[in-house]
C-alpha cells in the first residue's frame, strides 16, 4: 500500500514532514507490569509457533526479559502434582485452560498520518492490544522519528512493539540525507550506506529503474539489511517477481509483480484503453482483473515460479487484509470493530474520495467484487502452494487504508491464510517464526524471538480460547458464542496478555485506552 | 429452509396458523392504474431473455398487458416526437423514463411471508418484496394453506399490496388434514387431488421415501401441478436430487441432494459420529464439508449435469440465504437491518437453538472457511449447468440467517454473477428462467418474465443500470462517489415497480416498511434486549 510514491515525493512529502504524527507519551506507571527478576506463568496449553502442535499444560518461567525455561508439568484431566512445578517466580501468572502464543510479528506497518491518525499510542495499542510485539515499518514514518520510537521502544520507554525501520531510497530529507532522489546506482548505494549509519534496518522499494534497485538490493545485503518490495504497477513491466526474486530482494509484499511473472498471453498487463494509473478505482480493479490471464494452478510455469523463489528463499508477505474490502466493501465498512475502535478522522479518510489512498470506491459494483473473489482464489492457491512446497509466507496487516485497521488486520489476515488452505499452525507459524525469519535473515543472525524457546526474547501472547479452534478469537472485539447455561450470546477471548520484553501488558486495557481516544475524538469534534 | 418441519409439525403448527395477519386493504394512493394507456418513454429496455440493452424505447401498457414496445431513436440523437406512441385520451399516464432502465419483474421462486413471531404482518414482507423489484412469489409456502391462498385471491385482484403469488404446500397441509397423515402412495394421491381442488399451485417437498415421491410427483404431474422439493438431509439417503429428478420433480431448492448425487467415494455422507439433525450447528456445518466429496468436472459431476438437462430440471439455488455461513458479521451487519429489519425478525436471527437458522453457536474460521470452499464448488455446478443450457433459477427465501426479505433476493442476483453469469444471464434466470418454471408444469407458454407484447406488464424501472451494478437494485441503493461535491451518496434503488399494470412508488414503500420499524421499535418495552450488540448506533 502507500504506492501513491510519485505522489507522495511530489507533493505530499511535504505534508508529511510538516505534521508528524505525535510520538507515543512516555509509558505512564500502571502501563505493564514487569519485567520480574522470575515470572512464572502456570498451565498454559502452549503453541510454540514452529509449528508444533498445542501441548500442554506446561510452566514457562522467564527471567527479566527473556524465556527460561518451559517445564511440562502433567497431562490433559489429571491435576498437576505441585511438587513436579518449577519454583515460585516473583510474578505469577495462572494460564491454566489458556492458550499461550508467541508475539505476532507484523511485518507490513505504517503507523499513521495527520490528520487520520495523528497520535502514534493509537496504533501502537491497537497492535499491542491485539498481540502484536514486533512491527516492521515500511516504513512507519520518516526516518529519524521511526529511530527515536525504536529506541524508546527497545528501552520500554513507551507502550509499543518492537520496531523494525525500513525505509524508502531517496527518503530522509527531514533527517538529513541531501542527496536527494535515488535515480543512478551509485546514489542507490550511496543512500543505502547513509541509511545504514543512521541505523536503518532495511529499505522498502516502490519503484526503480532495474539497476537502481539490483544496487540498493546489493548494497543492503553487504550491510546485512533487509529489503521489501511492493513492484507497482508503474515499474512492474520491468521487474516483476520472479526477476526481483532473482536479483536478491528478500520479501515480496502485496501480489505486485506476481501474476506478471506468470501471464501466459501477454507481457505487459494488457491495459483497458482509458486505464489512469492515478484513478485508484481503475488502479486496483486492474489488479483483479489479472486473475484468468496467467497459467493455471499447477501449470509448468507455476511450478517453475515457485521453485525459482524458493531457491532464493524469498519470503512471500501478502497483505491480503490490505485488500479484502474489494471482495466486500459493505462487509468491512461495518465490520464490529468501526464503531469502537475507529477514530472518527480515520473513519472519514476511508470515505470515498479521489485524494485519500486507498479509498477507491468510487462506484464500486458488483463486477468488482466479483473479480477481486475470484482474484483471491487464484492468489490464495498460489501462497498455499508455496507453503507447501516449503516456501514462507508472512502475516501482516498494511493497516489505515481501504477499511483495514491495525491490529485487526493481522487477525482478519491470519483468518484469509486458513482460508487460502493453511492449517491454523501454519498461519501462527506464518506471523511468528516465518515473520521473524524475515527480519533477522538479513541481518544474518539467528532469531531473537518468533517463538516460545528457553533463551529467546519473553514476546508472547496469552489467550483463554483456542486460537487454533478459532482465530476469531483473537479479534478485540471478541467472538460472539451461545451460552447455553444462559441461551444468551457472549463474546469470549480477546487477547488477555501481551508480553513485550518481559513486561505484561492488559489487552484489554489497551483496547480501553483505543477506545478512550476514540470517545475523546467524537466529543471533541 | 423452514424444514424444521419435523419441529414444526409437532409443536408449532398452531402458532403458525393462526398468527399470520394479512395484509390490509390497498388504500387509495397506494399504487396508479391500472390504465387505459400507460407509456413509459425513453427508457433502455432489457428484456429478461438474455437479449442485450436497448433503448431508447417507448413501452405502451393497456390495463395489464404490454401492447407495443417501440424503438424511438438511437443514443445521442433527441427522438422525434412524431415518431412516438400517442397517449391518447381517457385514463392514461406517461412516465418519463429518459436515462433509465426497465426490465420485468424479478421472480422469487421460494419464499415464507414470516409470522409471529419475527414479522407477524404480511404487508412488512410484501412491501420489502415489491420495494426491491418483485412482482412475483412463489411462496413455499407463503403461510398456513386457506390463509396464503386467500391472501393469493386478493393479491392476484389487485386488493392488496403484494406480488403475485404463486401458492406451494406440503403434503398433508390444510384444515382438512389436520389429523391425518399421509402414510400411503393413495394417501399422498388422494392430498394432491385435494389441494388440486383447493386451488393450491405445486407441491412443496421434503425428501420422502421413494413411494411416496413417487405417487406425489406422478398425481401432481397428471393434474398440471408444480413441483420443488428441498430434499432434506434426514431423507436424502434415499431421495437425492436425481432420483427425485427422474420421478418426474420440476426442479430442486437449496443445494440437498445436489452434492449427494454425486460423492465420489461415499454413498450416504460419511456424518461424523456425534452428528445430530436437530442441532443446527451440525446440521449446517456439515452441508459445507461436503466440498470435496465430490470432483468438479468429473465423470459424474458431467453425468449428472446431462441427465438434468435431458429432464428439464430446474435448479433453485438460493444461495443467499447460506451466505452469513461464509461470514456471519457481514450478513448480521448489512446495510438494510438498522432502517429496515424488525427488531423481533432481528430477534429471531440472533443465535439460539430454538430459531430456525440461528445456528451461530460457536461459528469458528473453520466454519466460514468450509463454506467459503462449498460455494465456489457449488457456484462452479450452477455455472457449468447454465452455461450446457440448463436453467437456474431465482430464489431467497428470507427471514431466516440474517436474510432479510426482498435485499435477500438481490443478494442472489450477485451470487449469481459471482458464480461466473453474466448480467444478462443472471437477470434472464430471475425473470424468464423463473417464469418458466412456474408454467412449464402447467403446460402453458409464460404470461410474465419477459418484456413483450401480449405479456403481463410485471416490471421495474430503476434509474441506474442494473447491468452495471446489482447493488442498485437494493433499497438502501449503491455507494457511489459524486464527483461534482466530492462525496459519496447512495443511487439507485428500484424507483417503480409495476405489477399487473400498476405503478407502485417503490420508496413510498419502503418508507411503509421503515415506519413499522420505527413503530416497532417505539413499542417495544424500553428494557427489551434487540440482538447481540447490532441496530446500535
Known amino acids: 500500500m502507500r504506492t501513491i510514491l510519485t505522489l507522495a515525493l511530489c507533493s505530499i512529502v511535504l505534508l508529511v514532514s510538516a505534521q508528524q504524527v505525535k510520538p507515543a507519551p512516555d509509558r505512564k506507571a500502571g502501563e505493564g507490569e514487569g519485567p520480574f527478576n522470575r515470572m512464572v506463568i502456570r498451565g498454559a496449553t502452549l503453541i510454540d509457533g514452529t509449528g508444533a502442535p498445542a501441548y500442554g499444560p506446561v510452566d514457562i518461567v522467564i527471567e527479566k526479559n527473556k524465556i527460561k525455561e518451559i517445564v511440562g508439568v502433567g497431562t490433559p484431566m489429571v491435576p498437576i502434582d505441585p511438587k513436579d512445578r518449577p519454583a515460585k517466580g516473583d510474578k505469577e501468572i495462572d494460564a491454566s485452560g489458556s492458550y499461550v502464543m508467541p508475539g505476532f510479528v507484523n511485518i507490513h506497518v505504517h503507523v499513521g498520518d495527520v490528520p487520520k491518525a495523528p497520535e502514534a499510542e493509537y496504533a501502537y495499542k491497537l497492535w499491542m492490544g491485539h498481540g502484536i510485539t514486533t512491527i516492521r515499518g515500511v516504513p512507519a514514518g520518516e526516518l529519524d522519528w521511526v529511530e527515536s520510537e525504536k529506541k524508546r521502544s527497545a528501552e520500554n520507554k513507551i507502550v509499543a512493539p518492537r520496531i523494525v525501520n525500513f525505509q524508502v531510497p531517496g527518503s530522509g530529507a527531514a533527517s538529513g540525507w541531501k542527496g536527494g532522489s535515488v535515480h543512478t546506482p551509485a546514489k542507490a548505494r550511496e543512500w543505502v550506506a547513509w541509511a545504514n549509519s543512521k541505523g536503518v534496518d532495511g529499505i522498502k522499494i516502490f519503484n526503480l529503474d532495474p539497476e537502481v534497485m539490483a544496487a540498493a538490493i546489493d548494497e543492503c545485503r553487504k550491510r546485512n539489511m533487509g529489503s521489501v518490495a511492493h513492484l507497482a504497477q508503474l515499474m512492474v513491466g520491468r521487474v516483476n517477481a520472479r526477476d526481483a526474486a532473482e536479483m536478491g530482494l528478500h520479501n515480496l509484499t502485496h501480489f505486485y509483480g506476481l501474476f506478471e511473472s506468470l501471464y501466459r498471453d501477454e507481457d505487459i498487463q494488457h491495459w483497458p484503453r482509458n486505464m489512469n494509473y492515478n484513478n485508484e478505482q481503475e488502479r486496483f480493479t486492474q489488479v483483479a482483473y489479472q486473475w484468468d490471464k496467467i497459467h493455471p494452478r499447477g501449470s509448468e510455469q507455476w511450478n517453475d515460479l515457485i521453485d525459482t523463489f524458493l531457491k532464493h528463499k524469498f519470503i512471500l508477505d501478502p497483505t491480503m487484509t490490505a485488500y479484502l474490502a474489494g471482495r466486500d466493501v459493505m462487509r468491512e465498512r461495518t465490520a464490529d470493530w468501526q464503531s469502537k475502535y475507529v477514530l472518527p478522522s480515520l473513519a472519514e479518510f476511508y470515505t470515498p474520495n479521489r485524494l485519500n489512498h486507498g479509498s477507491y470506491f468510487y462506484n464500486w459494483t458488483t463486477w468488482e467484487e466479483v473479480a477481486w473473489k475470484n482474484f483471491y482464489r487464484v492468489w490464495m492457491s498460489f501462497l498455499n502452494d508455496y507453503k507447501n512446497a516449503g516456501g514462507r509466507v508472512t502475516v501482516s496487516d498494511d493497516a489505515s487504508f481501504i477499511y483495514n485497521l491495525y491490529g485487526v488486520g493481522v487477525i482478519e489476515e491470519m483468518e484469509l491464510l486458513q482460508e487460502a488452505g493453511f492449517h491454523p499452525l501454519e498461519v501462527i507459524r506464518g506471523a511468528t517464526l516465518h515473520a521473524a525469519e524475515a527480519i533477522f535473515e538479513p541481518k544474518g543472525k539467528p532469531i531473537e524471538f518468533g517463538i516460545v524457546r528457553p533463551d529467546l526474547l519473553a514476546d508472547l501472547v496469552i489467550v483463554d480460547e483456542n486460537p487454533i479452534e478459532n482465530l476469531k478469537v483473537l479479534y478485540g472485539t471478541g467472538f460472539p458464542r451461545l451460552n447455553d447455561e444462559t441461551g444468551k450470546v457472549e463474546r469470549v477471548g480477546g487477547v488477555k496478555y501481551t508480553i513485550k520484553d518481559g513486561i505484561i501488558y492488559d489487552a484489554k486495557q489497551l483496547l480501553k485506552d483505543v477506545e478512550g481516544m476514540v470517545e475523546k475524538q467524537k466529543n471533541g469534534n | ?537
Open chain 2, 1 to 537: 429452509m423452514k424444514h424444521l418441519i419435523i419441529i414444526i409439525a409437532l409443536i408449532v403448527p398452531v402458532l403458525v396458523k393462526a398468527q399470520m395477519i394479512g395484509a390490509p386493504d390497498r388504500k387509495s394512493g397506494e399504487g396508479e392504474g391500472p390504465f387505459d394507456r400507460l407509456i413509459i418513454r425513453g427508457v433502455t429496455m432489457i428484456d429478461g431473455t438474455g437479449g442485450p440493452p436497448t433503448g431508447p424505447v417507448d413501452i405502451v401498457v393497456e390495463k395489464n398487458k404490454i401492447v407495443d414496445i417501440k424503438t424511438v431513436g438511437v443514443p445521442h440523437i433527441p427522438i422525434d416526437p412524431a415518431k412516438r406512441p400517442q397517449l391518447g385520451k381517457g385514463n392514461t399516464k406517461e412516465i418519463d423514463a429518459t436515462g433509465k432502465y426497465l426490465m420485468p419483474g424479478l421472480i422469487d421462486l421460494h419464499v415464507h411471508t414470516g409470522g409471529v413471531p419475527k414479522a407477524p404482518e404480511a404487508e412488512y414482507t410484501y412491501k420489502l418484496w415489491m420495494a426491491n423489484g418483485i412482482t412475483t412469489v412463489r411462496g413455499v409456502p407463503t403461510g398456513e394453506l386457506e390463509w396464503s391462498l386467500n391472501e393469493k385471491a386478493r393479491s392476484a385482484s389487485n386488493k392488496i399490496v403484494a406480488p403475485r403469488i404463486i401458492s406451494f404446500h406440503r403434503p398433508g397441509s390444510g384444515e382438512e388434514w389436520k389429523n391425518r397423515k399421509i402414510l400411503t402412495p393413495a394417501d399422498a394421491k388422494e392430498w394432491v387431488q385435494y389441494a388440486k381442488k383447493k386451488g393450491v399451485d405445486g407441491l412443496k417437498l421434503g425428501s420422502y421415501r421413494p413411494e411416496i415421491m413417487k405417487a406425489l410427483l406422478d398425481e401432481a404431474n397428471s393434474l398440471g401441478m408444480g413441483s420443488t422439493a428441498h430434499l432434506a438431509q434426514s431423507g436424502v439417503a434415499q431421495m437425492n436430487a436425481l432420483d427425485a429428478a427422474r420421478l418426474g420433480l420440476t426442479g430442486m431448492t437449496h443445494f440437498y441432494g445436489l452434492f449427494e448425487s454425486m460423492y465420489e467415494n461415499h454413498d450416504v455422507q460419511p456424518w461424523p459420529v456425534d452428528m445430530n439433525y436437530n442441532d443446527e450447528q451440525h446440521r449446517f456445518g456439515m452441508v459445507a464439508r461436503q466440498w470435496d466429496m465430490v470432483v468438479p468436472g468429473g465423470e459424474k459431476w458431467n453425468a449428472l449435469l446431462e441427465e438434468f438437462l435431458k429432464l428439464d430440471y430446474f435448479i433453485n439455488p438460493t444461495m443467499t440465504i447460506y451466505s452469513a455461513g461464509r461470514d456471519v458479521m457481514a450478513a448480521r451487519n448489512a446495510d438494510w437491518h438498522k432502517k429496515y429489519t424488525l427488531p423481533t425478525q432481528m430477534d429471531f436471527y440472533e443465535p439460539s437453538r430454538l430459531s430456525h437458522g440461528a445456528y451461530w453457536f460457536d461459528w469458528t474460521t473453520e466454519d466460514e472457511v468450509a463454506w467459503k470452499k462449498f460455494y465456489q464448488v457449488w457456484m462452479r455446478f450452477l455455472n457449468d449447468y447454465k452455461n450446457r443450457g440448463g436453467k437456474v433459477t431465482l430464489g431467497s427465501d428470507s427471514g431466516f440467517i440474517y436474510q432479510l426479505y426482498g435485499f435477500g433476493t438481490v443478494l442472489e442476483l450477485e451470487m449469481l454473477q459471482e458464480a461466473g453469469f453474466h448480467p444478462l444471464e443472471v437477470v434472464r434466470a430471475a425473470t424468464m428462467h423463473s417464469a418458466e418454471e412456474i408454467f412449464y408444469p402447467l403446460k402453458k407458454p409464460i404470461e410474465y418474465g419477459v418484456i413483450r407484447e401480449g405479456l403481463i406488464a410485471d416490471m421495474i424501472i430503476v434509474d441506474e443500470n442494473p447491468l452495471q451494478n446489482f447493488k442498485v437494485l437494493y433499497g438502501t441503493g449503491a455507494v457511489k462517489l459524486n464527483d461534482q461535491t466530492g462525496k459519496p451518496e447512495r443511487v439507485g434503488g428500484v424507483e417503480y415497480t409495476i405489477k399487473d399494470g400498476i405503478v407502485y412508488d417503490a420508496k413510498a414503500l419502503l418508507k411503509d416498511v421503515e415506519n413499522m420499524v420505527n413503530k416497532q421499535k417505539a413499542e417495544r418495552p424500553a428494557d427489551t434486549k434487540v440482538s447481540i450488540d447490532q441496530n446500535k448506533e
